[in-house]
């Protein structure tokens, strides 16, 4: 098979980790910032102020710069900290008052001057002696959203205090790297790992060897991690899968205890993605833990195809479970697929060791008639399958999608209580799960409400129904979008809206 589409090439990005000054070296305070839940790129994250390095960023000189291209790094990484917390890291700025600076804010947020022209005009410069890099990192290619972000520690400047600028964060504080570390630990904050690598480096304390600890792991120096921890105990593992666009990876989810191990949904069929899985997989057992069994969420070619070759590398004696729908629709259709067990719903699995660790089946059908996800009520966790992706959209598609059962699984989700976080089959963690349940039903609703709509004025062809309602699609996607509106078809007339002689297709 193959790829069934590229990944997008990631773009440069500049972050700034801001350290207070004065603060204890043996657990520095920094300045971490929440993501506005509004963000399509990891919304409510907390994360370090940073973004897109601009056009502009390259005209500005850098002194003491290594090259051109940390120059621009770096005059990106001030601009960015400039914009999202005020603070203004220039030579030749110690003079300027805390109204000079939110003036020369002004200028740049509207426009009035480019960064490099205002840096000018006010005879401030950069230099690089104020920016201490400290590594790069890259997105997983699990998203299409993708950046090569550039990590520079800086001090932030005597009489300057960041203050969150309404927008693109929600809030920020400074607190010291341990204690930001230890939130994360006790599942109190949705985090990627770059920003976990830098509060775990600093909480070590400001040594010598600081910058050679930040670049110790190859992560830093722009290889993708594949081990993804957006929460303790949940590994997320993008495998490389035939899926539908835009989407080009699946989510494979380890989640582990020191004892036991689960496997979700190993859906590559590509070897070289079976065997990362495999190796990630042989280091967990190497550390003392069981595989307890692989776990499919639903039948779909895209969250199975690895679950024979990672079965056979663990000697055929591990267990595949599933709901009882999707064993039978892997019987129909997969025969090579064998679900030894059934899961079902409600079914609390619990895991020995430390920490303890139980998740409830919950069978939540629409997407696939078997779908199931997995709650861990005491971290906040939802384990979504297909039914929300962290990236992309979902597909109800007849017969096996049923509009109706999928509303009724997304309330289900969504009347779920003390939810943090959300990983769904395809793209990152999503860190504001209950805003985007109600934007996932309210879609749907409201797509449901202009199909009724369309259909009453006479219109009952699903591909003109699309072309009056889906406006807003790429042309690449109407075929799914006519599926998609045979669905909601489909509910209207289970709910007595529409005749059922109105639906064709
Ligand atoms: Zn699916």
């Not at 290889?223 to 989510?251: D, K, M």
Request: contains cysteine; proline residues 7%.
């Amino acid at each position: 098979m193959e790829r069934s589409s590229t990944t997008t090439a990631p773009k440069d990005a500049a972050a700034v980790i801001l350290i207070r000054q004065d603060t204890d070296p043996n657990n520095p305070e920094v300045f971490w910032v929440k993501r506005s839940d509004k963000l399509a790129f990891l919304g409510g994250f907390h994360a370090f102020p940073g973004g897109q390095i601009d056009a502009d960023d390259a005209a500005v000189t850098v002194q003491n710069a290594p090259n051109p291209e940390t120059a621009a790094m770096i005059s990106g990484a001030a601009r960015e900290l400039f914009e999202e917390l005020g603070v203004l890291v220039a030579r030749g700025g110690e003079t300027l008052t805390k109204g000079q600076r939110a003036s020369l804010l002004d200028d740049l947020e509207s426009h009035r001057m480019s960064w490099s022209a205002l840096l000018d005009h006010y005879h401030l410069h950069l230099d690089a002696d104020d920016f201490t890099y400290v590594g790069r990192w890259v997105t997983p290619p699990f998203n299409a959203r993708r950046f090569d972000t550039w990590f520079f520690l800086a001090k932030c400047p005597a009489k300057q205090e960041p203050n969150v600028i309404a927008g693109e964060l929600a809030e920020g504080e400074w607190l010291p790297a341990r204690d930001a570390y230890a939130r994360w630990l006790r599942d109190e904050v949705v985090a990627v790992p770059p920003t976990l690598h830098a509060l775990k480096t600093l909480g070590d304390g400001m040594t010598p060897d600081l910058v050679a600890r930040f670049l110790s792991r190859k992560q830093a120096h722009g290889v993708p991690e594949r081990e993804i921890t957006f929460r303790p105990n949940y590994f997320c593992f993008p495998v490389r899968t035939p899926t539908r666009p835009p989407a080009t990876h699946t989510c494979c989810y380890l989640v582990h205890t020191s004892e036991e191990l689960l496997i979700f949904d190993p859906g590559s069929p590509y070897e070289e993605e079976q065997q990362a899985l495999a190796a990630c997989v042989d280091e967990m057992i190497a550390a003392g833990r069981q595989v307890r069994e692989i776990i499919l969420t639903h039948h779909h070619p895209d969250h199975i195809g690895g679950v024979n070759a990672l079965k056979s590398h663990l000697g055929g004696n591990v267990s595949v479970a599933a709901h009882k729908e999707t064993a039978k629709l892997l019987n129909e259709i997969h025969r090579e697929v064998h679900v030894d067990r059934f899961i079902e719903d409600n079914e609390i699995i619990a895991l020995d060791g430390e920490p303890p660790l139980q998740l409830q089946a919950l069978h939540t059908p629409g997407h696939a008639p078997g779908h199931l996800c997995f709650h861990d009520a005491q971290r906040g966790v939802l384990i979504t399958g297909d039914n929300v992706v962290g990236f992309g959209s979902v597909l109800i598609d007849p017969a096996d999608g049923k509009m109706r059962q999928y509303l009724n699984s997304l309330e289900r989700m969504r009347s779920l209580p003390g939810l943090s976080v959300l990983f769904g089959g395809h793209g990152p963690a999503v860190a504001a799960p209950y805003k985007k349940l109600d934007e996932y039903i309210s879609h749907r609703l409201e797509r449901e409400r202009n199909i009724l709509e369309t259909v009453r004025k006479g219109i009952t062809d699903p591909k003109e129904i699309v072309a009056q309602v889906y406006t807003d699609v790429h042309p690449k996607a109407l075929a799914m979008a006519e599926r998609a509106v045979l669905a909601h078809l489909e509910k209207l007339a289970e709910d007595g809206l529409i005749p059922p002689s109105q639906i064709s297709g």
